[in-house]
Structures are given as structure tokens and as C-alpha cells.
């Protein structure tokens, strides 16, 4: 990777965080894991998109001290169908995608092939990170760590083997991906902190959204 100076952060760093997955694989879970720190064990699917926002810090991966982000949490219907009709409006302003599957269903990690793609017809190549939720249920084992690690090969990343149940590995991953943001925003921009515009909803998804907020 190219050199980049130091940086300090003036301000925050804003960016949209997509989830993507098959339905019941736990996107919802890992995101109220994240935001609020709890679990619900009922199955509630999700219908459209629910955004929540988390500020948090991290060490600075380019210099010294800290970087605030704001981070802004796309959780979107796993259901396939009328949905793909707003990708368009769900995946605008992406900077970050979270591809989660279902360790105890294996077709669930071949379908992150079609998710992830469908996110980089919008997006263009942005980073991603995979997720294999439910770890906790690892006794019921149905994909290999070996494909998991395949597929985040193919799209020159890592994984965690999550479980929003315990809260394994949720923070970890989060944090990863933001600063995986961080750095290839600063090499994009030759060091220089600029601008970021945090997506919010469109008018086309907004009448489908709900919105919770948390620091
Ligand atoms: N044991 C276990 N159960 C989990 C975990 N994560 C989610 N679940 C359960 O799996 C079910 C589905 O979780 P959701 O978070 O609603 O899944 P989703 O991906 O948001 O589903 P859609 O909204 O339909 O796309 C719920 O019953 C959760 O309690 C986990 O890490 N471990
Ligand atoms: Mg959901």
C-alpha cells in the first residue's frame, strides 16, 4: 500500500454501514448488539430497512490520538423480491458493507456472492467484511471456516465468527471495517482528511424506514 503522512482528525469521520445477508442469518441482532448491546432470541424479520446510528472512537490507524466516527447502520430485509427493487436507494452513499451468513446454514455463504455484488453495482468496490454469525451454535456446524476464509480472500478481506447471542467478535468486526474505511479514504485522498457526507434515508426509502439513534 502506498506511504501516506500522519493525520489528525479535526472532525468526525461520518460514514453508512450496509448489512447484507439471507434472511435470519442475524443482521438485525448483530446491529441491536452493537447499538444497544442487547438480544432478542423471537424472530421479528425485518420489513424494508431499520437505520440506527453509534458514535465511537478509535485509534487513530494513520497517527497519534483518536478519531471519532459517526457511523450510520443500514439494517436491510434479508427476504429477496420486492426489495431488490430499491437497491438503488438502499445501497446510495455505502461506504462500508457487513456480509453476514448463518454458520448452521450453508447456503447462506454462497448467497454472499450475489449480496456482495449486488452492493458493488451501486457502490463500485468499497470495502466489506464477512461475518459468520451464530458461532454459538458451532455444534451445529454447517459451512467450513476454510470457505469463509475463501470468500474474504475474494474480496481482499477478513472475517469474524460473530454471535450477537454472546456479543463474540460484534464489536471487533465493526471496528474493523471503520478502520479499513479510514485508510483507504486517507490513500485515496493522499493523507488529507476531507469531507464526508453521511447518507441519510432517500425519499424513495424513507416511507420503509425506521430510525433509532445511540452513542
Ligand atoms: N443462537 C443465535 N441466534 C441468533 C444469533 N443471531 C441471531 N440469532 C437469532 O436468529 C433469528 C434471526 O435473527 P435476525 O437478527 O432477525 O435476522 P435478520 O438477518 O435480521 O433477518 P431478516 O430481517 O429477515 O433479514 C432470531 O431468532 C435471532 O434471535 C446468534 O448469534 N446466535
Ligand atoms: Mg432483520
Same mark, same amino acid.
Given at each position: 500500500m502506498e506511504e501516506v503522512p500522519s493525520v489528525k482528525f479535526e472532525r468526525p469521520v461520518k460514514m453508512k454501514v450496509c448489512f447484507v445477508g439471507d434472511?435470519?442469518?442475524g443482521k438485525t441482532s448483530l446491529a441491536e448488539r452493537f447499538v444497544h448491546n442487547r438480544f432478542r432470541s423471537a424472530y421479528v424479520p425485518t420489513i424494508g430497512t431499520q437505520i440506527m446510528k453509534k458514535q465511537f472512537t478509535l485509534a487513530n490507524p494513520r497517527g497519534k490520538g483518536m478519531v471519532q466516527i459517526d457511523m450510520v447502520i443500514w439494517d436491510i430485509m434479508g427476504q429477496k423480491g420486492f426489495r431488490e427493487l430499491l437497491n438503488e436507494a438502499y445501497f446510495?452513499? $455505502? +461506504?462500508?458493507v457487513l456480509a453476514v451468513c448463518d454458520v $448452521? +446454514?450453508?447456503?447462506t455463504l454462497e448467497d454472499l456472492n450475489y449480496w456482495i455484488d449486488s452492493v458493488y453495482k451501486v457502490t463500485g468496490r468499497i470495502p466489506v467484511r464477512i461475518l459468520g454469525n451464530k458461532w454459538d451454535l458451532r455444534h451445529m456446524l454447517k459451512t467450513d471456516e476454510a470457505d469463509i476464509a475463501a470468500l474474504a480472500k475474494k474480496y481482499e478481506t477478513g472475517y469474524n465468527l460473530t454471535s450477537a447471542k454472546t456479543g463474540r467478535d460484534v464489536e471487533t468486526a465493526f471496528y474493523a471495517l471503520a478502520e479499513r474505511h479510514i485508510i483507504e479514504k486517507l490513500a485515496a485522498s493522499k493523507g488529507h482528511q476531507t469531507e464526508e457526507i453521511a447518507a441519510t434515508p432517500t425519499e424513495q426509502s424513507r416511507g420503509m424506514s425506521s430510525v433509532e439513534e445511540a452513542t
Amino acid at each position: 500500500m502506498e506511504e501516506v503522512p500522519s493525520v489528525k482528525f479535526e472532525r468526525p469521520v461520518k460514514m453508512k454501514v450496509c448489512f447484507v445477508g439471507d434472511f435470519a442469518v442475524g443482521k438485525t441482532s448483530l446491529a441491536e448488539r452493537f447499538v444497544h448491546n442487547r438480544f432478542r432470541s423471537a424472530y421479528v424479520p425485518t420489513i424494508g430497512t431499520q437505520i440506527m446510528k453509534k458514535q465511537f472512537t478509535l485509534a487513530n490507524p494513520r497517527g497519534k490520538g483518536m478519531v471519532q466516527i459517526d457511523m450510520v447502520i443500514w439494517d436491510i430485509m434479508g427476504q429477496k423480491g420486492f426489495r431488490e427493487l430499491l437497491n438503488e436507494a438502499y445501497f446510495h452513499g $455505502t +461506504r462500508a458493507v457487513l456480509a453476514v451468513c448463518d454458520v $448452521t +446454514r450453508e447456503e447462506t455463504l454462497e448467497d454472499l456472492n450475489y449480496w456482495i455484488d449486488s452492493v458493488y453495482k451501486v457502490t463500485g468496490r468499497i470495502p466489506v467484511r464477512i461475518l459468520g454469525n451464530k458461532w454459538d451454535l458451532r455444534h451445529m456446524l454447517k459451512t467450513d471456516e476454510a470457505d469463509i476464509a475463501a470468500l474474504a480472500k475474494k474480496y481482499e478481506t477478513g472475517y469474524n465468527l460473530t454471535s450477537a447471542k454472546t456479543g463474540r467478535d460484534v464489536e471487533t468486526a465493526f471496528y474493523a471495517l471503520a478502520e479499513r474505511h479510514i485508510i483507504e479514504k486517507l490513500a485515496a485522498s493522499k493523507g488529507h482528511q476531507t469531507e464526508e457526507i453521511a447518507a441519510t434515508p432517500t425519499e424513495q426509502s424513507r416511507g420503509m424506514s425506521s430510525v433509532e439513534e445511540a452513542t
